[in-house]
């Protein structure tokens, strides 16, 4: 499992908060291995079997994802043209993020 930065609360309590939702974590692990097993979506998010399914289960209500089953196991398939639901972000295309956080490294004398 994942663990996350801690800050420094103004009395000295630690919290836990990431910039992306559970959401986008599930859907970039999605499109990272896009026929991993939900168990191992939730253990590299964080969360339980249970709240993966439920994530993925919104994902593909809101069209973000495809699910297809072969054989035993499920295959999924990204919308990456799928808008971001936030009202100060919804002219922006989820495609960009993943991008963003799937791109290959770069590598070679010019990296």
């Known amino acids: 499992m994942t663990t996350m930065a801690t800050t ?3 009395n000295g309590s630690g919290r836990n908060w990431t910039f992306l939702t559970n ?3 599930v859907l970039l692990a999605i499109a990272r291995n896009p026929t991993a097993r939900l168990r191992d979506v939730a253990d590299e998010v964080g969360v339980t079997e249970r709240a993966a399914q439920a994530i993925v289960a919104d994902l593909e209500a809101g069209g973000y994802l495809r699910r ?7 295959e999924y398939t990204i919308n990456p043209s799928g808008h971001f639901r936030h009202p100060a972000e919804a002219d922006q295309q989820v495609g960009a993020l993943l991008a ?3 791109a290959e490294p770069a590598t070679g004398p010019d990296a």
Not at 68 to 74: Q, Y
């Open 68 to 74: 297809t089953r072969v054989g035993r196991r499920n």
């Open 8 to 10: 420094a609360g103004e």
């Open 23 to 25: 959401h986008g974590h």
């Open 100 to 102: 963003l956080f799937t």
